[in-house]
């Protein structure tokens, strides 16, 4: 079902992704996100992924939790089926950048009570806050850029 190149891929995101999650909600979102497969039930991504019950329910569990998965049913079938939702996966970038902005905030009021403005200290963070400011006034251009594109792209498909 997975070829070789896939797996790979797999663990190499999912070694990306267990930044912010568990190794087993990273690999069954690098999963879902790599494969061809447009869903897969519980037991696929407990088999494919050789993982425990366990691990894969508390997996999908946190990944159901954040929104970064959803699942459906099929009538007359009790299992559920799981699928990436790439919509949050925007959203979470959208949010990212308002992040930026507030840290960007808290190192300017942190620059603004330095007694040293020379020390290698706050010219790091001055440089790091120059950085945030720019990258938070810059993102959402460039983001709208995008969406237009994609938009115009989305048309001509159709």
Known sequence: MLSQKQK?????????FEQGMQPAAARILALLIVSDQNSFSFDEIRELLKLSKSATSNGINFLLSLNKI?????SGDRKRYFTWNPANTITHFK???????????????????KEDKDSLNAQKL??????????????????????????QLKLKEK
Do not use: D
Request: hydrophobic letters at 40%.
């Open 8 to 16: 790979e891929l797999i663990e190499q995101i999912g070694i990306y």
């Open 70 to 74: 959803e699942y459906f049913t099929k």
């Open 95 to 113: 949010e990212g950048i308002e992040k930026v902005l507030g840290l960007s905030i808290l190192f300017e009021k942190t620059l603004k009570l």
């Open 126 to 151: 001055l440089e790091l806050s120059g950085l945030m400011s720019f990258l938070h006034k810059e993102l959402p251009i460039i983001y709208k850029k995008w969406e237009k594109q994609y938009r």
